[in-house]
């Protein structure tokens, strides 16, 4: 997934519209923090909530469509 807009942001916090890089599938995030490792870890282990897929094109086991999702070092 990636940001296509934010929707708002206060300090670190922000909630934004996200499109899939596979199908083009736009969801809300309710939630998201703005800083390195958010952008760097958290926004490509999301997955879609239509294709299931992730940045990489993976499809993994624990769906990770809102971001809450812890990822693995």
């Known amino acids: ?21 596979h199908c083009g599938h736009v969801q809300h995030l309710a939630y998201g923090y703005d800083d390195h490792n958010y952008h760097a870890r958290v926004i490509p282990a999301m997955t879609c909530g239509k294709c299931g897929k992730n940045r990489a ?11 809450t999702v812890h990822v693995a070092a």
């Open 1 to 21: 997934m990636k940001i296509k807009a934010v929707k708002s942001q206060h300090r670190s916090d922000f909630t934004a519209d996200m499109e899939c890089e």
């Open 57 to 67: 094109g993976d499809i993994p086991a624990v769906k990770n469509d809102n971001g």
